[in-house]
């Protein structure tokens, strides 16, 4: 297993350490999580970096590292639904976009295209991590709310965006 997938993988094994710690809920969880959380998503950089630069792309990277970022980021989200930092609403759009991309990746890949992530979609995902750091912070409350309509919104965005620039799988699907 080469570097990037290892780090993929300690991504994926910091998810339940990160959720663990919120549930013990020590003095100091929040940081102590956050400080994982970060970790984590460093992990995707450095992994995704190193992958391109040396030519070190597999299927199990393809595979594993958006699924990771998923499932760090769900992670997360449901924490704060579950403390009632965030309306479920929002997470619901994550997840229904999630869900639906990864179809339409499907059926592309099905067709013999492969669906890259485009812009939109990397400002979503950086956008929706620094959202998920600045609410784990003593934030006002004000912010909180704009952290949550930023990772609805460019979600929202993002989705629609992958689904306008590849109507033509799905109208020959």
């Given at each position: 297993m080469?570097?990037?997938n290892k ?15 919120l549930y ?42 958006p ?16 403390i009632?930092?965030m309306p ?7 997840l229904?976009r ?7 990746r ?7 295209r ?10 979503k ?8 750091i600045?609410?784990f ?5 004000v ?10 919104l460019t979600t929202?965005?993002s989705?629609?965006?992958y689904?306008?620039k590849?109507?033509d ?5």
């Open positions: 080469n570097l990037p780090l993929t993988l300690l991504r994926i094994i910091l998810i339940p350490v990160f959720m663990g710690i013990w809920g020590f003095p100091g969880a929040g940081y102590a999580a956050l400080a994982v959380f970060i970790i984590a998503s460093l992990t995707d950089l450095l992994d995704g970096k190193i992958a391109r630069k040396y030519n070190l792309v597999t299927d199990f990277g393809k595979f594993a590292d699924l990771a970022d998923k499932m760090l980021t769900t992670a997360a989200l449901l924490w704060f639904v579950e009632g930092q479920a609403w929002a997470l619901l759009i994550v229904v999630e869900f639906a991309v990864s179809g339409l499907m059926v592309a890949s099905d067709k013999g492969v669906i890259a992530a485009g812009w939109s979609g990397k400002v995902t950086a956008s929706t991590m620094g959202c998920i600045l609410m912070l003593p934030i006002p409350a912010v909180n709310t704009v952290c949550v309509w930023v990772i609805a929202l965005y989705g629609v965006e689904f306008v590849n109507k799988i799905i109208a020959t699907a």
